[in-house]
């Protein structure tokens, strides 16, 4: 299975600045023949269903603000939310659907400073 | 809009079986491929299992292969997962999802359930 690694663990930033979510699979989620990267991101608050920020690697799926955007290739990705906005609380997942089975990442708390 | 909706889960005792239902409007259910995707407390999502959009193809997590048979009905628009021989580590919340791509499956979700607590414990 694929294993993938977000860092930082948590983290806290103030209102209007910029967070930085990163995460790295154990092997590359890049299909050559579509040049696609498999992965996404999600948002989850508590007591709602997690919810598809990104896919494609920095594709924003319809409805999702501008500030959250992503990107990275290969084995490496970000998450950028540019000015952070208090609803943006909550936990941030990655996740690879490169091959079977999906798997995700541990998850970054993201809180205001 | 979309909505799905899970019940069926509960309170179970180890080596029981339960079986959760998700009834899933809003889209034509038919036409995509559908998950199991759960969370242990404190811990990432994991996911379960798939049935394509046919119906004919299943794919299972390996901790699920043997215990768990996800099924559909696309005449009531209802996703199932039966679960048989449950551990205390299938304790979690079981979320139904739907592909995020009509046809081909994916394993990437674009909408999710609320949620059904599982609970295995003596």
């Known amino acids: 299975d694929i294993v993938m690694t977000q860092s930082p663990d948590s983290l806290a930033v103030s209102l209007g600045e910029r967070a930085t979510i990163n995460c790295k699979s154990s092997?590359?989620?890049?299909?050559?023949?579509?040049?696609?990267?498999?992965l996404a991101w999600y948002q989850h608050k508590p007591g709602q269903p997690p919810k598809l920020l990104i896919y494609?690697?920095?594709t924003r799926e319809s409805g999702v603000p501008d500030r959250f955007s992503g990107s990275g290739s290969g084995t490496d990705f970000t998450l950028t939310i540019s000015s952070l906005q208090a609803e943006d609380v909550a936990v941030y997942y990655c996740?690879?659907?490169?091959?079977?089975?999906?798997?995700f990442g541990q998850g970054t708390k993201l809180e205001i400073k | 809009q979309v909505k799905l909706v899970e019940s069926g889960g509960g309170v179970v005792q180890p080596g029981k079986s339960l079986r959760l239902s998700c009834a899933v409007s809003?889209?034509?259910?038919?036409?995509?491929?559908m998950h199991w995707v759960r969370q242990a407390p404190g811990r990432g999502p994991e996911w379960v299992a798939l049935?394509?959009?046919?119906?004919?193809?299943?794919h299972y997590a390996n901790s699920a292969k043997g215990r768990f048979t996800i099924s559909r009905d696309d005449s009531n628009n209802t996703l199932y997962l039966q679960m048989n021989s449950l551990r205390t580590d299938d304790t979690a919340v079981y979320y139904c999802?739907?592909?995020?791509?009509?046809?081909?499956?994916?394993?990437?979700?674009?909408?999710w359930g609320q949620g059904t607590l599982v609970t295995v414990s003596s």
């Open positions: 999802a739907r592909d995020f791509l009509v046809g081909p499956n994916t394993f990437a979700f674009d909408y």
């Open positions: 809003g889209f034509i259910f038919s036409s995509y491929g």
């Open positions: 049935i394509s959009f046919e119906g004919i193809d299943k």
């Open positions: 092997q590359g989620v890049l299909y050559s023949s579509n040049n696609k990267n498999y």
């Open positions: 494609w690697a920095s």
């Open positions: 996740e690879q659907y490169y091959s079977s089975p999906p798997t």
